[in-house]
């Protein structure tokens, strides 16, 4: 299928208009956690941990290169913000900031947002599992991917 950049890339999205636009307008409710003028945080319906957070940028767009540098860095900074509360006031020590880019990495709601999850010791929470490279693989893949 061809695509434009920025424009929906399939009819569903088309005929679905996104849940978190409908959150930030205020169609959907939701537990606030930080609102300015250009980023909204609230809390994941389903959460991993209690206070598992999104902070999304109110302008639409879809993942991470979508996303003008300036956006980019305000929800970032967000992020930060709601970091420092949850370890402030949930006493957690720690938490993931995780950002589903592009469905085949996880995202099911395409617009751009951040997880921020508290973690405790025992939540028995498994991060992602890692592989070893085989001979060769990390020289080619970084010719690939090295940007000069
Ligand atoms: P993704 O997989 O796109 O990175 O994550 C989307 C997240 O949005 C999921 O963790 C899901 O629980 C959350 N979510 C989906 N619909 C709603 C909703 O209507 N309200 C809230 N608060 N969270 C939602
Ligand atoms: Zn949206």
Known sequence: MLSVAGAPSSMTEYNMPCIFCKIINGEISSYKVYEDEETLAFLDINPVNPGHTLVVSKKHYANIEETDEETLCRVINIVKKVGLSLKKNLSVRGYNVQMNNDPVAGQIIP??????????????????????????????????????
């Open 111 to 148: 617009h751009l947002h951040f997880h921020v999850v508290p973690r405790t010791e025992n939540d028995s929470l498994k991060l992602w599992p890692q592989k070893e490279y085989k001979a060769g693989q990390a020289e080619a893949v970084l010719k690939k991917i090295k940007i000069i």
